[in-house]
């Protein structure tokens, strides 16, 4: 009963440092989501999925790649960090139908020094 | 393009008092409507949503109404509770993929 499952919880890198922050589903759902939440910003989208093997630039992709790697897991990179990317990120999934409500995960509290 | 527009915020009620947390919109074709909380130290979970115009949704006590003449989706709360305290999303979308967009949220106090 996992629902979506996001690695690291928190995460501290120095500015120019690399990192992966994975994300798996267990709800068999075919779309996936990036977004990063950020005080007064609300939630912007990153990257998404629509369907294993495919993805597609959201709002904000600027500096992230992402790789969907099966159906549960997408998993979002960062080549070299800047502290402008500070913030908390949440992956999500959704089944690929009209209307189908995204199921979060619990975050990643990222700081970049 | 799409846009949510949240009123400012925060928020603080005594318990049981009445709730009114205001959310328009822009949209190109006939977008869906949600209504997402997020929990202290949580992910967002969805609260209500409405597909159509005239649509309610309702779910916990909080209801809201798919306003298409003033493209509104304003959240009410009769009597709410301290339990309720936490920052409340509105978002839209219109498209199959599911992508949503979001207003800023608002955080909500109630106290006892």
């Known amino acids: 009963n996992a629902g979506v499952t996001q690695t690291p919880k928190f995460q501290v890198l120095k500015t120019g440092q690399s990192m992966t922050l994975q994300c798996a589903q267990d709800?068999?759902?075919?779309?996936m989501y990036w977004y990063r939440q950020d005080p007064g910003m609300g939630l912007r989208l990153i990257y998404y999925s629509a369907s294993e093997g495919t993805t597609d630039k959201g709002e904000v992709p600027n500096g992230y790649n992402v790789s969907r790697l099966n159906k549960r897991e997408f998993s979002l990179r960062l080549e070299s960090a800047a502290p402008s990317q500070t913030s908390v990120y949440f992956c999500?999934?959704?089944?690929?139908?009209?209307?189908?409500?995204?199921?979060f995960g619990n975050g990643t509290r990222l700081t970049v020094t | 393009g799409n846009s949510v527009t949240q009123m400012e915020g925060p928020v603080t009620l005594s318990e049981e008092a009445f709730l009114t947390i205001n959310c328009t919109y822009t949209?190109?074709?006939?977008?869906?409507l949600f209504w997402y909380v997020q929990y202290p130290g949580e992910g967002l979970q969805l609260l209500l949503k409405a597909t159509k115009a005239d649509d309610k949704g309702s779910n916990k006590g909080f209801e809201a109404t798919y306003r298409k003449e003033t493209t509104s989706f304003h959240l009410e709360k009769g009597s709410v509770q301290v339990s309720d305290s936490a920052v409340y999303f509105c978002?839209?979308?219109?498209?199959?993929?599911?992508?949503?967009?979001f207003g800023k949220g608002i955080t909500l106090s109630v106290r006892p």
């Open positions: 949209a190109t074709g006939y977008p869906s």
């Open positions: 709800m068999n759902h075919n779309s």
């Open positions: 978002a839209l979308s219109t498209g199959a993929n599911s992508k949503l967009t």
């Open positions: 999500a999934s959704s089944a690929r139908q009209l209307d189908s409500p995204l199921h």
